[in-house]
């Protein structure tokens, strides 16, 4: 299995749940991953996974809230490995408590547009000139069921956060597809990862389950899957979608 053989691919958060699927099925495909959270004992048990499976992979740290981090991390990943080929802008979260939009604080506000659609823009920011320069590149965004409809769990900073990467990734797919960059966007429902096994109760776990035509929830390799077809040549002539990996919960 080589469809990313000899690329060289950054997962963002890929010390854990989603980002570690990827980096491992990318990996596992060929690429040489550059592996990032800020968590370096987990990050080292991704790489140990990694290498012990006989792919090729080194870690990095940055905070993606912070530009001059971010760009510290690019130069060791170039001095590493050379230019990306894939990035992964995967780091975020839900930092807000769910519930009436007056109770929201401005730094819950803050947090979750800062560490999702903030990040998100530093960290293209960072390495789209070199794809430009290189005239190759393939970006992939992550965002959430929650920017598709209004649900009680998912905060309403969460969502419009993430409905910001969607239509960043959108304007910026119209501005890099002749420099031959593409950039595409996941929209994944609620994923089983180590972190929202424990987080959602059993009885909701079900609830969510029956909620979902394909009855499961999903996993962070069912996110995996549709990077690795969004990042390889079999999407070719793919670009400024929104790709919803949601089980049929979500129809648009
Ligand atoms: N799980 C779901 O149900 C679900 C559904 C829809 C969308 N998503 C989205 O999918 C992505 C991954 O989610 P996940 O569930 O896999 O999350 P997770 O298990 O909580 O992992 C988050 C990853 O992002 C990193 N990260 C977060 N903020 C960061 C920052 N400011 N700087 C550097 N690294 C940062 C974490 O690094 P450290 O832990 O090392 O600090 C970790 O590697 C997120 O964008 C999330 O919003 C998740």
């Not at 424990?198 to 995996?224: C, F, N």
Request: proline residues 5%.
């Amino acid at each position: 299995m080589d469809r990313l053989k000899d690329k060289i691919a950054l997962v963002t958060g890929s010390s854990r749940g989603i980002g570690a699927a990827i980096a491992a099925l990318f990996a596992c495909e060929g690429a040489k991953v550059a592996l990032h959270g800020r968590d370096v004992h987990a990050l080292s048990e991704v790489l140990a996974d990694i290498v012990q499976a006989g792919g090729q992979a080194i870690d990095v740290t940055a905070d993606v809230t912070k530009f001059g981090e971010i760009e510290a991390m690019r130069c060791r990943i170039e001095r590493e490995f050379g230019p990306i080929d894939i990035l992964v802008a995967n780091a975020g979260g839900s930092f807000t408590t769910p519930g009436p939009l007056e109770q929201t604080s401005e730094d819950e506000w803050r947090a979750s547009i800062e560490g999702n659609l903030t990040a998100t823009f530093l960290t293209i920011k960072s390495f789209l000139p070199r794809m430009k320069e290189r005239r190759t590149g393939n970006i992939i965004t992550i965002s959430s069921a929650a920017a598709h409809r209004p649900y009680p769990m998912a905060p309403i900073a969460y969502g419009a956060a993430k409905a910001g990467i969607e239509i960043l990734t959108q304007d910026l797919a119209g501005q890099v597809g002749p420099y031959g960059i593409r950039a595409n966007c996941i929209a994944p429902e609620t994923i089983l990862t180590e972190r929202n096994r424990q987080r959602i109760p059993s009885a909701q776990q079900q609830d969510l389950i029956d909620w979902h035509p394909i009855r499961r929830l999903g996993t962070p390799e069912d996110v995996a899957h549709a990077a690795l077809y969004l990042a390889s040549a079999d999407a070719a002539w793919i670009a400024g979608i929104v790709l919803d990996v949601a089980g049929g919960a979500v129809m648009v």
